[in-house]
């Protein structure tokens, strides 16, 4: 009978412990609940409308404007280019007749340098015989190639004075080999310098061309 009695108790005592346990779970305890107001009084709503921009009309000069457009003609006149009355036409005959005379220029400056380099080298060579009278003259032709060397010698014009002539010949063998001839053109040299006329005097040479 005892055993009964303890057997109901523990029952009981499970129940309740596992009933405490649901309504814990369920919140049955949290009596703090969250008042939500009513509202007792009416509350004004104010409604807004979208509202129609009206577009201001265009200024008159404007609709002036787009009604009178300009003429073409006007527009074109605007984007006309005048030339100035000091621009001379150019004249490419003259332009040409100018670049030959400066190349003209040039070469005779070309011409006279190299003659006086050649002069300048026989006249070093050249070892004058003595006790002869003055105003002796004899011509030599020389035949010189591109690099150069004198190929060939000629008496053209004897002074009359073996030794005068024969001293010159010797000036020219002597040098042998002009050594600045590659910097003469080439249609300079073939034109002026491919075979040369020299004039030997008492006093001084004189370079002629042979043609």
Known sequence: MQTRSNYLIAAFVSFMIH????????????????????LSKPVNVELLFETEIKKSPKPKF????????????VIKEENK?????????????NLIQEDQAIQSQSEDTLINEF??????SIQSAWIKPQNIQDGLICDIRMTINKNGRVVKIDLVKSSGNIRFDN???KAISRVETFSFFNRIPFNIYQSDFK????????????????T
């Open 62 to 73: 404007e609709q002036n404007i787009s009604s009178n457009p300009i003429p073409e003609n």
């Open 115 to 120: 003659s006086n380099l050649i002069i300048q």
């Open 167 to 169: 001293s010159a010949l």
């Open 19 to 38: 009933a405490s346990i649901i309504l814990y779970l369920t919140d049955f305890f949290y009596f703090e609940k969250q008042k939500r107001p009513v």
């Open 81 to 93: 280019i005048e030339l100035s009355s000091l621009i001379q036409d150019t004249n490419i005959l």
């Open 195 to 210: 075979n040369i006329l020299i004039t030997f005097m008492t006093t001084y040479l004189i370079r002629y061309v042979c």
